[in-house]
């Protein structure tokens, strides 16, 4: 079950975005067109196929503008749309409605893509017993907000950010001047319950690696074929990551050299807006 994100969270990144749209003045537009007491029922719609994140946050856009504002989710985070699918009613004063619009579409939009791209390669695997993961490369201030919607598609969080997990990527292993000093380092200075991954690019530096104690390896730029050998080595002693310039085409032959995960920051630096619309219904 995909368990929503908690309102403490969401808030500040929809509060944000809010302060930025409405500036000094408000919605002068909104304002001087419509009256105070006007009311408005609108139907928030797919117009593509997707996948649906990141409809609290839109709640919240409106309900943050004006508490009176009163939305029907008829379709929850997780659900496949298709063109004209209504995923949510909204009704109340028509300002906060005008008001709040914008800011409301954009993170549901912007949410609802991650879905949509993360879902496309997650069903392309579905067949292999890989996953297809998130990585850092996030949005500044929307990592925890993308990381659901990575969920949402059915694909897997990698580390949140820097402090739950160690990840000895090229660079540690050029300045600390190889894999096993990086390691010996790593778990002479980190707690007994930190995970270590080690990032390798040869099969001579995954055998090294094998002989050290970590948890997982993240196979960097291999090829089907050089992964199949990797995987084939590991021997299920550890947990097998790859990645590389990930797309839905480019992740089967992936997963289907027996990898656990396959980790992709395109799911969430480059995801493409869901299409989704907002339309007045009556007054």
Excluded at 24 to 39: E, F, K
Aim: proline share 3%; charged share 20%.
């Amino acid at each position: 079950m995909l368990r929503e994100l908690p309102d403490f969270v969401i808030e500040p990144a929809v509060r944000a975005a809010l302060l930025e749209d409405l500036g000094r003045a408000g919605d002068v537009t909104t304002d001087s067109l419509i009256p105070a007491d006007a009311h408005a029922t609108v139907q928030i719609a797919s117009r593509e196929h997707g996948v649906v994140a990141g409809i609290r946050c839109a709640i919240l856009a409106w309900q943050l503008v004006d508490p009176r504002i009163e939305v029907t989710v008829h379709l929850s985070d997780g659900s496949r749309v298709e063109p004209g699918s209504i995923i949510a009613t909204a009704s109340g004063p028509a300002r906060g409605l005008l008001t709040g619009e914008r800011v409301a579409l954009n993170f549901l939009g912007q949410l609802s893509g991650v879905a949509t791209g993360t879902a496309k390669i997650a069903d392309a695997i579905a067949h292999t017993g890989a996953k297809i993961a998130d990585t850092r490369k996030t949005v500044p201030g929307l990592r925890a907000l993308q990381k659901y919607a990575v969920r949402c598609g059915g694909g897997a969080n990698h580390r949140f950010g820097l402090d739950d997990a160690v990840l000895i990527k090229d660079n540690h292993i050029a300045v600390t001047g190889g894999v096993r000093q990086a390691v010996e380092a790593a778990r002479a200075n980190c707690g007994h319950l930190v995970k270590i991954e080690v990032e390798v690019d040869s099969l001579d530096q995954l055998r090294e690696l094998l002989t050290l104690k970590v948890d997982a390896v993240l196979l960097d730029n291999m090829g089907p074929e050089l992964l199949r050998e990797a995987v084939t080595i590991v021997d299920g002693r550890l947990i097998t990551e790859a990645s590389g310039r990930i797309t839905a085409e480019t992740a089967v032959p992936l997963a289907e050299a027996g990898v656990d995960l396959i980790s992709s920051g395109a799911l969430t630096h480059s995801a493409r807006v869901l299409d989704i619309g907002l339309d007045y219904v009556s007054a």
